[in-house]
């Protein structure tokens, strides 16, 4: 299970930018994919997440409304558009996977809980000026 997170880069703020997470060695139609991120000095935290079926999405209350999540099974890669970004969203965003295990699918069921998602890419840098 690889993920490969990539789309960073230095935006002004009220800009946009999408952000790619390109999965390997697992198909994404069976795993819940989180975004999360890490600003400096700071925990990292959820940011958004899309169930395994893709019919479930949450997000943080801090990005309602200006993040999206999607994904292209047929890539199998998943997408975060960030719109009317802001100097705070300033952060390396890391995307994670979890496996629906038959019962509970982890997006849906605990939505942004960082531990409940097993699998890591390494993170992209997003930079936000003002």
């Known amino acids: 299970v690889q993920l490969q997170a990539s789309g960073g880069g230095l935006v002004q703020a009220g800009g946009s930018r999408r952000l790619s997470c390109a999965a390997s060695?697992?198909?994404?139609?069976?795993?819940?994919i989180g975004w999360f991120r890490q600003a400096p000095g700071k925990e990292r935290e959820g940011v958004s997440c899309?169930?395994?079926?893709?019919?479930?999405?949450y997000y943080a209350d801090s990005v309602k409304g200006r993040f999206t999540i999607s994904r292209d099974v047929a890539k199998n890669t998943v997408y975060l558009q960030m719109n009317s970004l802001k100097p705070e969203d300033t952060a390396v965003y890391y995307c994670?996977?979890?496996?629906?295990?038959?019962?509970?699918?982890?997006?849906?069921?605990?939505?942004?809980?960082?531990?409940?998602?097993?699998?890591w890419g390494q993170g992209t840098l997003v930079t936000v000026s003002s």
């Open positions: 994670a996977a979890d496996p629906f295990n038959g019962a509970i699918d982890t997006c849906a069921g605990y939505g942004l809980a960082r531990d409940e998602y097993h699998f």
């Open positions: 060695g697992f198909t994404l139609a069976y795993y819940a």
């Open positions: 899309i169930s395994s079926g893709g019919g479930r999405t």
